[in-house]
């Protein structure tokens, strides 16, 4: 069993950018770092959902270009991969143009294996002499493999034998995936001093890149979080906090998908997910005068309980993990933090699984702060519905126990939108034939 800290340290973390392009960018520079010559020509391969995920997203520091192959080429320039989900962020105008003169000379491919699922990434590097792999499988940071010349240089099993760690561990998420979600939930009561700085540091990470979202000299995409607050005029204010929320997370998300050179922290591999789950809660709790330590434990009772979600669904799914995962998980928390009540939590994941999971994942992008925000302020409606004494009847999809419920969308999702990713990336392909 993992502790809290474990939890925190694995499943929530600082971002740049959009977290698939970073993984390419990550696989990337590990493999470049162990060639001695110059860079000739990347090949990445990534899975359907990595793909479809970076394909039209901007890049931090690109000055507003999109898309895997600027983050492969631009991790050849200045990546480096000790920096984790942060691997660009030393990146400046000379990186820019001397990775556009390496992808003008088709130096750079980016391709996706469509019977590939989930977080994959495989980039082989080569000079004149040499060639550099690195494998990325699992977690956008999961190395598992770099080799050089054909010659292994690591190995995520043979570090696991080194170490003296079982070859049977598992991983945190599959820990969470056989856990229930009360058990889970608990852990917020053994947070310490320490746990607490880290979880109100990701919190001032997100309103840090909020606040960039709302100032008028920063262009952020679609500026949805700006005209919420324009024209939501003395509601911005208010005690209903739909309009303060819902802006709030479309600034950060925004900010974010426009390629803000400012990390976000992370919940269950995603940057947007990490927006979901931490504004409404830091917003409502804020509104209401709760304590430093009150926050931090509703913030990680979001982050568990969009965990909880995400280690049955997978790290990358046909629909939108922002709204159905971090917006669930944001619901349980504001709901928590006001009742203290973890049944009446596991209630508002209800109501907004029985909302929002229709809602597809077609790639990250500008308009991702659309579905950002509707993800945090029908988060905050559904707790409020719980709050005032109601709950979710068994329909649809939605059963008695968010176990079950869960289930039922794992087994829709997977049977039922197989073939989803590929029809989103074929209409892809067919506007850049």
Not at 94 to 122: C, Q, S, W, Y
Not at 181 to 207: H, K, Q, R
Not at 305 to 318: E, N, Q, V, W
Request: a negative charge; hydrophobic letters at 40%.
């Amino acid at each position: 069993m993992f502790t809290i800290k474990e939890f925190l340290r694995s499943e929530v973390k600082p971002a740049l950018g959009c977290t698939e392009p970073g993984a390419v960018a990550l696989a990337v520079a590990r493999a470049r770092e162990e060639l001695s010559g110059t860079v000739k020509s990347v090949m990445v391969t990534v899975s359907d959902s990595i793909y479809k995920n970076g394909v039209d997203v901007s890049i931090p520091g690109a000055d507003g270009l999109k898309g895997n192959e600027v983050a492969a080429a631009l991790a050849v320039r200045c990546g480096h991969s000790s920096y984790g989900l942060e691997v660009l962020r030393d990146c400046t105008e000379k990186h820019v143009k001397e990775a556009l003169d390496l992808i003008r000379t088709n130096g750079v491919k980016v391709l996706p294996d469509m019977e590939r699922h989930g977080v994959f990434v495989e980039a082989v590097l080569r000079t004149d002499s040499e060639e550099g792999i690195c494998r990325i499988e699992g977690s956008h940071t999961g190395i598992t493999r770099v080799l050089l010349n054909g010659r292994e240089v690591f190995s995520a099993l043979s570090s696991q034998e080194e170490t003296g760690e079982s070859k049977k561990s598992r991983s945190i998420p599959e820990q969470v995936a056989s856990m229930k979600f009360s058990e889970l939930v608990a852990l917020v009561d053994t947070m310490d001093t320490e746990d607490v700085d880290y979880v109100m540091n990701g919190v001032a990470m997100n309103m840090a890149i909020a606040d960039y979202g709302f100032d008028p000299a920063n262009r952020t995409g679609l500026d949805i979080g700006k005209m919420i607050r324009k024209h939501s005029g003395d509601a911005f204010d208010s005690d209903d906090l739909t309009m303060k929320i819902k802006a709030y997370a479309a600034a950060a998300s925004g900010a974010r998908m426009a390629g803000a050179p400012l990390p976000v922290m992370s919940s269950a591999g995603s940057g947007n997910h990490g927006v979901t789950a931490i504004l409404p809660v830091a917003v409502f709790a804020a509104h209401h005068n709760k304590s430093r330590e009150e926050t931090a434990k509703a913030v990680a009772f979001s982050h568990l309980a969009t965990s909880y979600i995400k280690s049955r669904t997978g790290k990358l799914t046909p629909t939108c993990g922002c709204t159905i995962a971090a917006g669930a998980g944001a619901a349980s928390a504001l709901t928590w933090l006001a009742t203290g009540d973890v049944k009446k939590a596991a209630q508002a994941m209800l109501l907004i699984l029985g909302n929002l999971v229709g809602m597809i994942c077609d790639g990250a992008k500008d308009t991702c702060a659309l579905k950002v925000s509707t993800g945090a302020v029908e988060a905050y409606h559904a707790a409020l519905l719980v709050i005032d004494g109601h709950t979710a009847e068994p329909q649809g999809l939605v059963d008695e126990t968010i176990e079950k419920t869960v289930d039922n969308i794992v087994q829709v999702t997977s049977r039922g939108m197989g073939d989803l990713d590929r029809a989103i990336i074929e209409v892809i392909a067919e506007r850049f034939a």
